[in-house]
């Protein structure tokens, strides 16, 4: 499944029946260094549209909302000892948690990348 | 040149590098003289310390260079321009030092018998007169903190007096614009908050408000003259408003000084506001304390105030400690004792050499320094809203599209400069805010040249030296500092390097 | 006047006294009002205030004394001051969370230079490393003196100290119960269930434990966030909060430590050795006169771990672009000019000059100098128990004590007090006064010895309270 974005600017990724999820380019660079992550621990219920994760920078801290409701399994390790892979991979490496999803036909609601860009675009 | 000469201490003549006091300790030293104890006895119950505690030893000479030295390396309102937005950094008068130093206050304990303190309890109710005059309010809460803890003191008055009524209410509605105190305190009181945006003329939107006024909300925070530096309009319709939603009225009085003297925040139906007295009334900023935040209040919010507060007893002035008799309605106690009763000497001492022709005088001066800051620099940088505006002008970064320099930028070449930048990224409501207050205590030499400074400053960027704005600031003891890595790893206390550590080992 | 020339005075604001065009904090001239208001291109001052509605401007000063020179305004506050009897000219007993010691004069003369009086917040590093660097250095001197690992820059007080920490532990343990021992200073008790109630927290009272046996052990449950606890207690009381910390970390709870005399942490196990999660004391005693109460200083320490949680200002090291050693203000993003109402409390001001003055004093003290400070108080204190109890109305009720305890009188203390006051000593704080119900405690006196109580004083005590009991 190609990549699906939110207007509160989250990616997500479903593979078999786990979601990754993360902030696109434009989000890290809206916030600039990223100094500290929050991630969900596994097992937490998230319904759409509520608090997930936080992630800080110097500037700012911004809440990462669920894109879909469903259960945390994991939240991202590597972003304890290296958050600023939020910057310099925001879209790969710096994935915050994966998750379960309950209801997969809220993907429908979700942009795609070309629907992303002229979002973005308009924003500027 | 100069400026690239290499010494041997890495002193540069006046401007002396000085190491953290961890790093001159040594045994042997001491910096007071204390008498021996006359006898040994010990009643700790087996609850001695153990071991060292860490602390450096130095003596008393040391001691004085240290903080002199380190002292140099701060830029304060003795040493120039300050133009802080909404901080009000106006001179802070020595008299007030002084007068806050007679042993007869500085040595009084705060839980002396009230027949010992009747001075002491005169001043505050002296002080509170004076508040109450000036705001045209019928009561005041002496004992708040600072500005945010008089905030939540006037949320808390309006939270009990809703409860009291039995008309608990969930929301309250704050300006877009407003400083991040105002949620946070609405947030800490229990409420959930709305936000309500401006208009294009840099007010609150009043349709927009009027569409969130309901039932439930218990009351709106505003600041007037508001975070822009403009005077709210409608600020008495809004007023009626919200009363007539059986909803309360704080405003943020950080801006007080734009007005004081010559309009009456009562007048405008305001049914609790905080003063800072350290923006408004002069007492010291400290480096980022200690503050007061005395709270005005209407008649319908008075019984709710916290005490302890001073009363007229019978045998002269008494304080109200508990929530019983005059205090049953209070809503509690916010700190320990009577209030920053420091700070109450200096402001009055303040207020009465300005008296209220002075104070008038005063908040005018203000208000005709930032129209003519905001006139002289119309077109040089871009000013967010038409003119005139109150005591502090706001401007955003679009004069600086195309170059590169961003406010931040620009605010570090103004170090270079000698002034302390204005206040940058607040308020939010606009793009790269500059917001500056230039204060009465300005002479028209200095704010000229300022203007001219910034003038340049300008045209430099203009003309494409961006470089010169990013390397800035060069001219001053540390360059730009690293944020980033303080808050990714941060180190927040000192600890001895490893090789000292293993010495002792 | 002629014609077309602007109005610089206040016109509409006439005032009957004689108003000086000069005043000497004003610096703007006529002449310079004149040509600023032709700069700005309005007619009249009253032009400014068009924003402002014509009702609500006022058409004459306000109902206050016109101004005045400083000759005149020393002289109305002198008389102010002057009928108060303060605590440095008499024989002072007063503690209950505020204490007489001596500040060194090096302290008052550093507090006034204007680059420290004068600064604003550190939010431009670059020309405020003199505050930046003492806060680091206050943070460290605090960590070392709690034994605790990191400390912030400073709060208003110690109780509202402690009602951060409530809040804190509240927020780590994500559970909403607090248990507050009967030896915890009343004010701080109450403003704790203030602040910390408004904000969801419940709390349990335990009742007021002069005799220094409460047991709040039993007391915690999986729904405890933490305890708080005094230490030396309200009463005086000195001990070992091992058990109680490792009972508190059973259960997942935070024990919570208040030290309102932080001179005690020159004698006594630091809070943080006896198993502290967070420590919130009053630094007053050091560095700060009394003031009447106000203004002081707060301090808050806590563990490493839990960092991202502890409120106020935090100063931390960093480098420059050249790589030479500075500090900024750091984890701003949990304050309430970013997070809003989200932050992890609303304060804004840390108490910056009083922390200053802290730290001005703790290095003039040093490692030596605190103990030898701690010491001595210990030992008046000793000595004027040891006096005190040879009276025969009077009785010691304290087996352990640092520089303060609790006697029990033959009669109502306030009186006695009062009684005292008129013989011209501060004889101690009643404990009734700080308790709305104080019945059973009515004969309670608190009474404190620092290094400034000399013999004198202290036999001039027993000599009145024989006489007055």
Known sequence: MSVKYTREHEWIVVEEDVATVGISKYAQEQLGDVVFVEVPDAGKKVALGEEAAVVESVKAASEIYAPLSGTVTAGNPALEDEPATINSDAEGDGWIFKMTIDDTSELDDLMDAAEYADYVAGLE | MADTLKTITGNRGLRLEEPLIFEQGRPGRLGVDLATPANTANRLGGNDRKGPIGLPDLSEPQTVRHYTRISQKNYGIDSGFYPLGSCTMKHNPRLNEKLARLPGFASLHPLQPMSTVQGALELIDACAHWLKVITGMPAVAMSPAAGAQGELCGMMAIRAALVDRGDARKRVLVPESAHGTNPATAAACGYAVDSIPANDRGRVDFDALIAKLDSDVAGIMLTNPNTCGLFENDIIRIADAVHEAGAFFYCDGANLNAIMGNVRPGDLGIDCMHINLHKTFSTPHGGGGPGAGPVVLSESLAAYAPVPFVVHGENGFDLVEHQQGAGEKSFGRLKGFQGQMGMFIRALAYMMSHGSDGLAQASADAILNANYLLAELKDTLSPSFDGPCMHECLFDDSFLKDTDVSTLDFAKAMIDEGFHPMTMYFPLVVHGALLMEPTESESKETLDQYIHALKGLTAMAKAGEADHFHQAPRLTPWRRLDETTAARNPILRWTPPESDVQATD | ?469
């Open chain 3, 1 to 469: 006047m002629p014609p077309n020339t602007p109005t610089t005075s206040l016109a509409w604001n006439n005032s009957k006294n004689k108003v000086a065009k000069t005043m000497r904090y004003l610096p703007l001239t006529d002449d310079d009002r004149r040509q600023m208001l032709a700069a700005i291109g309005v007619e009249d001052l009253k032009d400014l205030y068009r924003d402002v509605p014509p009702d609500a401007l006022l058409s004459g000063p306000v109902d206050l004394p016109a101004h005045q020179g400083e000759i005149e305004v020393e002289r109305a506050i002198s008389a102010m001051a002057a009928k108060n009897l303060n605590a440095a000219a008499a024989p002072s007993f007063l503690g209950a969370g505020a204490y007489r010691h001596h500040v060194p004069a090096t302290v008052d003369a550093m507090i006034q230079r204007g680059e420290f009086l004068t600064a604003y917040t550190p939010y431009q590093p670059e020309v405020s490393q003199g505050t930046l660097q003492y806060l680091f250095e206050f943070q460290t001197q605090v960590a070392l003196i709690t034994g605790m690992e990191v400390a912030n820059a400073s709060m208003y007080d110690g109780a509202t100290a402690a009602a951060e920490a409530v809040m804190m532990a509240g927020r780590v343990a994500k559970r909403k119960k607090a248990i507050l021992s009967g030896g915890l200073h009343p004010h701080y008790r109450d403003a704790t269930q203030t602040i910390a109630g408004f904000h969801g927290m419940t709390l349990d009272v335990a009742p007021p434990d002069w005799k220094g046996e409460e047991d709040l052990i039993r007391s915690i449950d999986d729904e405890t966030a933490c305890v708080v606890v005094q230490n030396p207690g309200f009463f005086g009381h000195v001990r070992d909060l091992t058990p109680l910390a490792d009972a508190c970390h059973a259960a997942g709870a935070l024990l919570v430590v208040v030290v309102t005399e932080v001179v005690s942490l020159g004698a006594l196990t630091a809070p943080g050795d006896m198993g502290a999660d967070i420590v919130a004391a009053e630094g007053q005693s050091i560095g700060n006169a009394l003031n009447y109460g106000g203004p002081t200083v707060g301090l808050f320490a806590v563990r490493q771990k839990h960092l991202r949680q502890m409120p106020g200002r935090v100063c931390g090291q960093t480098a420059d672009i050249d790589g030479k050693r500075g500090f900024v203000l750091t984890l701003s993003t949990r304050e309430q000019h970013i997070r809003r109402e989200k932050a992890t409390s609303n304060i804004c001001t840390n108490s910056g000059l009083c922390a200053l003055a802290f730290n001005v004093h703790m290095t003039l003290l040093g490692e030596t100098g605190f103990r030898q400070l701690a010491a001595l108080n210990h030992a008046k204190a000793c000595t004027l128990a040891d006096k005190l109890d040879a009276v025969d109305e009077v009785q010691v009720l304290n087996d352990t004590f640092f520089n303060e305890f609790t006697i029990s009188l033959n009669k109502p203390a306030a009186g006695v007090v009062d009684d005292l006051a008129a013989l011209g000593i501060l004889g101690g704080v009643p404990v009734s006064r700080l308790y709305a119900d104080g019945g059973q405690m009515e004969n309670l006196l608190l009474v404190a010895a620092t290094e400034t109580t000399t013999e004198d004083d202290m036999d001039a005590l027993v000599r009145s309270l024989s006489e007055v009991l």
